[in-house]
T-cell receptor
Framework: DGGITQSPKYLFRKEGQNVTLSCEQN?????MYWYRQDPGQGLRLIYY???????QKGDIAEGYSVSREKKESFPLTVTSAQKNPTAFYLC?????????????FGPGTRLTVL | AQSVAQPEDQVNVAEGNPLTVKCTYS??????LFWYVQYPNRGLQFLLK??????LVKGSYGFEAEFNKSQTSFHLKKPSALVSDSALYFC??????????????FGPGTRLSVLP
């Protein structure tokens, strides 16, 4: 899983709670991404950040929020506004030096709503 | 709009036989193509990529992929499958003509089962 860590590995949320998923990388990558994975649907982009203090919405940003205060860190908050948050969440990073660069992925966090 | 299709949800192959996992893509410009593998409850691992040049790309764990521009395909192959190759495989395309952050697009995944 390269130099990207995600915590916790498993997370349980009660209805109405906000929870924050951690993503840290030591690859010196500028760009970081959050994806949601549901069975049979591949990966869907939630948010991405190309540089510190800047981030953009992806395809399914509603009910989620992020921050990018440090290059190494890109935490994702799943808010109570996200109606169906049970999923596997993946964080990724890449360099911005060229379009040929692949993404590196963390090990994922599995979020379950109780 | 760019898109990636993996026409087979599931591929079954006997150990020792060759395997192929199919991928077709659609982009407006020149594609950068990637294959990733995912084991249960793990993140995606990069296998190989096509950028330019030779249409046959070699990657990790004995995998290779063949780029075919006329058929807009990028099929993943391995000459002799191992039981340990059983996993979920994702094809991805990157169109540099699209907004930078949103230009990775992943296919829905193909589950490969290698039977002993």
């Amino acid at each position: 899983d390269g130099g990207i860590t995600q915590s916790p590995k498993y997370l349980f949320r009660k209805e109405g709670q906000n929870v924050t998923l951690s993503c840290e990388q030591n690859l010196n990558h500028d760009a970081m991404y959050w994806y949601r994975q549901d069975p049979g649907q591949g990966l869907r982009l939630i948010y991405y950040s190309q540089i510190v203090n800047d981030f953009q919405k992806g395809d399914i940003a509603e009910g989620y929020s992020v921050s990018r205060e440090k290059k190494e860190s890109f935490p994702l908050t799943v808010t109570s506004a996200q109606k169906n948050p049970t999923a596997f969440y993946l964080c990724a990073s890449t360099t911005t030096g060229g379009a040929a660069n692949e993404q590196f992925f963390g090990p994922g966090t599995r979020l379950t709503v109780l | 709009a760019q898109s990636v299709a993996q026409p087979e949800d599931q591929v079954n192959v006997a150990e020792g036989n060759p395997l192929t996992v199919k991928c077709t893509y659609s982009v407006s410009g020149n594609p950068y193509l990637f294959w990733y593998v995912q084991y249960p409850n793990r993140g995606l691992q990069f296998l190989l990529k096509y950028i330019t040049g030779d249409n046959l790309v070699k990657g990790s764990y004995g995998f290779e992929a063949e780029f075919n521009k006329s058929q807009t395909s990028f099929h993943l192959k391995k000459p002799s499958a191992l039981v340990s190759d059983s996993a979920l495989y994702f094809c991805a395309v990157r169109d540099i003509g699209r907004n930078y952050g949103q230009n990775f697009v992943f296919g829905p995944g193909t589950r490969l089962s290698v039977l002993p």
